[in-house]
């Protein structure tokens, strides 16, 4: 079990876990939501984060939920696995059969 900080587990009570922005001292968690504070909170200095078409958005905002979701998961899983080290022999491949009748192409000078 990775030791979790003070300071994130004050940060961030209720699921003790990152990301956390902090902001004059407050917390800010979960990408998202990080997310949208950062595009509202400089709406007027520069380029936005989200796109400004509502159907655009949508598809961010469900990206990044998804990413929340999947990305813990896989890492997780990776960082569990055994370590098998690299392959000892690496597999033997064989170039693509011609089609009957057909010849390579010559090039042109």
């Known amino acids: 079990m990775v030791q979790k900080s003070a300071l994130l587990l004050a940060s961030n009570p209720v699921?003790?876990?990152?990301?956390?922005?902090?902001v004059a001292g407050k917390p800010v968690c979960e990408?998202?939501?990080?997310?949208?504070?950062?595009?509202?909170?400089f709406a007027t200095t520069g380029d936005q984060l989200l796109p400004a078409d509502p159907y655009a958005r949508a598809q961010a905002r469900?990206?990044?939920t998804y990413v929340d979701a999947k990305?813990?998961?896989c890492s997780r899983k990776i960082s569990q696995s055994p370590a098998s080290g690299p392959p000892t022999s690496m597999?033997?491949?064989r170039?693509?059969?011609?089609?009957?009748g057909s010849r390579p192409r010559e090039r042109r000078r």
């Open 95 to 100: 170039p693509a059969p011609r089609r009957y």
């Open 62 to 64: 469900f990206w990044a």
């Open 31 to 41: 990408s998202l939501v990080i997310l949208e504070f950062i595009d509202e909170a």
């Open 91 to 93: 597999p033997r491949f």
């Open 15 to 22: 699921y003790a876990k990152v990301p956390v922005l902090l």
């Open 71 to 73: 990305v813990p998961a």
